[in-house]
Structure formats: C-alpha cells, structure tokens
C-alpha cells in the first residue's frame, strides 16, 4: 500500500533550535518525494523535492532508501518558519501527490 | 506571479444539492487536478485531468461527482446531490507537466465546503 507517515501532529521548538521533521512511506518501487508548506492563511506550496538536493529556506531533506524516510530539517528554527508541513510521494506513472498528515512547526521566540 | 484562483473560498450547501466548486488554473498549464482535506485528516488526491479527459481518479470520486473543463480556463468540479460527509476543504491543483520530474503542482487557496 502507498502511504506516507507523519507521526508528529505538532513540533515546538524555540527560535535558533534544530528541527526535524519526521516523514517515512510505503512504496514498492522508487517514488519521488516532496515536503510542502502551509503558511497561515496561504495555499500549500512546494517547499522542497528529493530530485533536486537543494536547500530551501535552509531546510534540507535527504531520501533514506534503506529506511524509506524523508525527514526534513534545519539547524537553526526561525519564527517564520511556523507553518504547516506535509510530506508527500508520487509514484512510479501517475502524477497524484499521496500526502502524510502534516505536522505543525510551531516556533516560538 | 501566476496563481490557481479557486472560487467561492467558502460555500455552505444544503444536503442533497448540487453544488459547482470552481477553478483557474495557471494560464500555460495542461494537467489539473482536484484534492479535499475532510477537517482534521489529511490530503486526498481526488482526480486528474488532461487533454479534457480525467487521467486518473480515486475511490473517493464516484458518480456522485464529475468534473470539467467548460471554456478552455475554468476547471470545474461538480457534486451532484452532496452529503454531509462531502464537507471539506477541497484544493484545486495544476501543473505544467505530467510525471515525476520537474513536477511542481501549484494550489489554489481552497474552496470550505460545508453540506448541512
């Protein structure tokens, strides 16, 4: 079964604090994996793919075959940084995005 | 910068009405797709759309709904006679591209549906 799981609902973190956010799927083959965000009041949007190995906003998020995770992260938190997040996958010929449940970043000054 | 513009942001509804949640995509894109978030859950993909056809679709999308392209900008998605389960926020999607590379699906800011 395609599944993506994010086991935390919410994460609070004071400001300049590492974070990582948790995201580990189920797929039988070799999925491409994203992590979208959700400001407050705004539309998900792209954050980051596993495709391009960049780093956005200073998150980064590194595919783990062997542990099919996907966790994101940043070394240093900001405040605006507070959002949600959701992992998603899309699968070997189809286009449709599969999403995790999201987790709340909440970063506090 | 362009924008999927979706309409009305918030719609309450009758059980048993039917009810048209609208979208436009971004102008030079050829992929569409409809999303819902049931409050509290999580992000479910609903259908894909190209070339005036769907492409794929879940579980969730029985005959109950359907979808359109009517005049070449707007992209419908119809519910033909809606229940009090069918509330949520449903997303409109597009993309310049099929696939998984180079695949970015812009959002629109959702339209809250509530059936009463």
């Known amino acids: ?20 956010l948790k995201c580990n799927y189920s797929y039988s ?9 959700q400001y407050s009041r705004q539309r998900l949007q792209l954050l980051l793919r596993h495709i391009s190995r960049e780093s956005i906003k200073g998150f980064t998020a590194d595919l783990n075959k062997g542990e099919t995770s996907f966790h994101l992260k940043k070394p240093f938190a900001q405040e605006e940084d507070s959002a949600m997040y959701y992992c998603a996958l899309i699968g070997f010929s189809t286009d449709k995005l599969i999403f995790g449940t999201g987790t ?3 970063v506090f000054p | 910068e ?27 894109h050829l992929y569409f797709y409809w999303y819902r978030q049931i409050l509290g859950q999580k992000v479910e993909f609903l259908v894909s759309f190209y070339n005036n056809e769907i492409s794929e679709k879940s579980e969730i999308f029985d005959d109950q709904f359907s979808v359109e392209r009517p005049d070449g900008s707007n992209f419908t998605l119809k ?21 998984t590379v180079n695949t970015e699906a ?9 059936v009463v």
């Open chain 1, 104 to 106: 709340r970043l909440q």
């Open chain 1, 1 to 20: 079964a395609q599944r993506v799981t994010q086991p935390e609902k919410l994460l609070s973190v004071f400001k300049g604090a590492p974070v990582e």
């Open chain 1, 29 to 37: 083959g070799s999925p491409e994996l994203f992590w979208y965000v």
């Open chain 2, 2 to 28: 362009p924008e999927v513009t979706q309409t009305p942001s918030h719609q309450v509804t009758q059980m048993g009405q039917e009810v048209i949640l609208r979208c436009v995509p971004i102008s030079n």
């Open chain 2, 79 to 99: 519910i033909r006679s809606t229940k009090l389960e069918d509330s949520a926020m449903y997303f409109c999607a597009s993309s310049e591209r099929s696939g």
């Open chain 2, 106 to 114: 812009f959002f629109g800011q959702g339209t809250r549906l509530t």
